[in-house]
């Protein structure tokens, strides 16, 4: 198992390369430069105060010295500086060491995501079971159409429907920012119940289409399993219902979901951008948001790198998952 | 069954699943109110009318005005266009890729297999809904760009599904046969094994449309996908989300839509499958 373990993360290396050459040649050779941005405001710009500016940038090399260079400074975990006026190391911008966690935009997009994914998985496995078990009851019905509902809601549609609820109507949440203004003012308790109001609707959001998948697709498994011979055995021979369902059923039933809530990391890491926008939440998305506003090159590799790092985690994590609950690969 | 020819039975198991009709009259009724968009708009869709701006809806605007006095369901008439065309076009483009990259994969196996399945692994891996946001930020907004940049990033599905069938179907006896003959790669690939995979390539498309359609409505929403004053319905819910406090009917209607939209592919798609799935065909028919 360590053996093959370690093929896994050895694999990861080289997907990794291939996708940083991909997006920094993607994203190098669209047409147009970060420093028409100055020069299209400056129609007097000489071409030699131009070239000036591209070096001052890096632009002015090949593509692949860039590229070179870049790999160089990532190796050491540097991923150059911004673009943007401040010319604030990129690590910096998304990993402040020096202010607390929540102003963190790493912290703040990677809690946000796991909070959804923790959400899907206890709503969405109970939920899975009980439709299967219940076939074509008129729970099973209504949690289907419901499905089928969530697949096609688009995600910044529902968000829209929240805050219209919520807050302009019943004035229950806040909807955008992660604090109140007051927030300093709080209490220590009034300070965790004010960031908890503001991250019900973003959360909700995010989870809502894995939410959606997952109970859809416990459920095909379940029904998958519950018809396989060894549990009519289990069945057969008097054991109580609860116990045939969550103790043989269940463990067999959930090695697909496992597998899903990894893949499933990519899509909830893409949403961020969406409802951070609309929320107003300085995390990761907003700020890849702003940065290809203003072609802030160093910014969006770095945000797609770690995008798809995480992404990549979380596929190794769903395959370990796969492997501690299946003795089959477990021991063989 | 043996009376009965393959189409027929396809249509009885479609025309059977309610859902699956439901799915397809939507599809139509999209279909048609987009060709007949001139016909079917009570307004101009840009006529901009500085005395009714804002304007809940009532009986001279059915679903209301915008910030500029525009009429809303003129606009979301000609938006359904925008949605269709992006849909189709995008899907395409990626079809094409993932029939193309899924059949040399699947046909030839060994290097050409181990680097298509890596390549497909790395796109998989890129979070594409910011691939997609930074290409169209660079290179502009335009339809064009928007459909293409959509086409390029979502075929590894497509492709995986080709080389599987691909996989299954190269061994038959009717190919080794044709080979025996001496028929030609091409021949083989396109006339004896694409047309026996198309069903699943034909349902994935359509569940394709579905997810393409809602990318491009993310797009537009967020200001970098199709640019106002031509209508789409991403960007009218972007005047929705301005106007929050005040015009409510701005983000109720254009999301509606897409969400009938996306939900009417989904259902035909998902009726399409079962009904060209031959295990699921039953003996009664």
Redesign the interface.
């Known amino acids: 198992m360590l053996n093959y373990l370690m093929k896994r993360i050895f694999e990861l290396i080289p997907t990794l390369f291939g996708i940083t050459l991909i997006s920094f040649f993607i994203i190098h050779l669209a047409p147009g430069k970060p420093t028409d941005i100055f020069t299209e405001l400056n129609p007097k710009i000489t071409p030699e105060a131009r070239e000036k500016l591209e070096k001052y940038y890096g632009l002015d090399k090949s593509i692949i010295e860039q590229y070179g260079i870049w790999l160089k400074r990532i190796a050491r975990l540097d991923f150059g500086e911004s673009f943007s006026s401040d010319r604030r190391p990129v690590m910096e911008k998304i990993w402040d060491k020096k202010k607390p966690l929540l102003e963190r935009r790493l912290f703040v997009t990677f809690m946000i995501n796991l909070l959804s994914l923790a959400i899907i998985l206890i709503i969405a496995i109970p939920v899975g079971i009980t439709s299967a078990t219940r076939r074509n009851s008129l729970y099973d019905k209504i949690t289907t159409v419901s499905v089928f509902f969530g697949f096609a809601m688009p995600s910044f549609w529902l968000a829209l429907l929240l805050m219209i609820l919520f807050g302009v109507y019943l004035h229950w949440l806040p909807i955008s920012q992660l604090k109140s203004i007051n927030y300093d003012s709080l209490t220590a308790f009034g300070k965790i119940w004010d960031i908890a109001r503001h991250l019900i609707l973003p959360i909700f959001v995010s989870a809502f289409t894995g939410l959606a998948a997952e109970s859809r697709f416990m459920r095909s498994s379940m029904l998958e399993v519950i018809r396989q011979d060894y549990v009519t055995v289990a069945r057969a021979k008097g054991l109580p219902d609860k116990l045939v369902i969550y103790r043989h059923a269940l463990r067999n039933a959930l090695l697909p979901i496992i597998t899903l809530m990894g893949l499933s990391v990519g899509g909830l890491i893409g949403g961020s951008v969406i409802f951070e926008n609309i929320f107003g939440i300085p995390g990761m998305g907003q700020l890849f948001y702003m940065s290809v506003m203003t072609r802030d090159y160093p910014m969006v590799m770095c945000i797609l790198t770690i995008g798809a790092l995480l992404t990549l985690i979380g596929n190794l994590l769903a395959d370990i998952g796969y492997m501690l609950a299946d003795p089959r690969i477990r021991t063989g | 069954m043996g009376n009965h020819n393959i189409g027929e039975i396809i249509w009885k198991k479609f025309s059977r699943n309610r859902?699956a009709t439901a799915g397809g009259i939507v599809v139509v009724l999209l279909f048609t109110i987009a060709i007949l968009a001139p016909v079917l708009s009570p307004y101009n869709p840009d006529d901009i009318d500085r005395k009714h701006i804002l304007e809940p809806p009532g009986l001279g605007h059915p679903l209301g005005t915008d910030d500029l006095g525009r009429d809303v369901l003129s606009r979301m008439i000609w938006g359904s266009r925008i949605s269709l065309a992006v849909g189709f076009v995008a899907v395409g483009i990626s079809t094409a890729i993932g029939m193309l990259l899924g059949a040399l994969s699947g046909y030839y196996g060994g290097w050409p297999d181990r680097a298509i399945m890596?390549?497909i692994?790395?796109?998989?891996?890129?979070?594409?809904?910011?691939?997609i946001?930074?290409?169209i930020?660079?290179?502009g907004p335009s339809i064009w760009n928007i459909m293409i940049v959509i086409g390029i990033t979502s075929w590894m599905g497509v492709a995986r599904l080709v080389r599987a069938e691909f996989l299954s179907i190269k061994e038959r006896e009717y190919v080794l046969a044709a080979k025996a003959i001496g028929a030609n790669d091409l021949r083989i690939i396109f006339k004896h094994i694409m047309i026996n995979s198309m069903s699943p390539v034909f349902v994935s498309a359509i569940l394709g449309v579905?997810g393409a359609v809602?990318v491009e409505?993310?797009l537009s929403?967020?200001g970098?996908g199709v640019q106002p004053p031509t209508p789409s319905w991403g960007n009218i819910?972007t005047l929705?989300?301005d106007n929050?406090?005040i015009a409510?009917w701005l983000?109720?209607f254009p999301?509606l839509a897409?969400?009938?939209t996306?939900?009417g592919y989904?259902?035909l798609g998902e009726g399409l499958r079962d009904a060209l799935d031959p295990r699921l065909w039953d003996v009664e028919l």
């Open positions: 859902l890596r390549f692994d790395i796109m998989l891996s890129i979070p594409t809904f910011f691939l946001l930074a290409v930020a660079f290179i579905a809602l409505s993310a929403f967020l970098i819910l929705g989300k929050i406090e409510w983000s109720i999301g897409i969400l009938i996306v939900l989904n259902l």
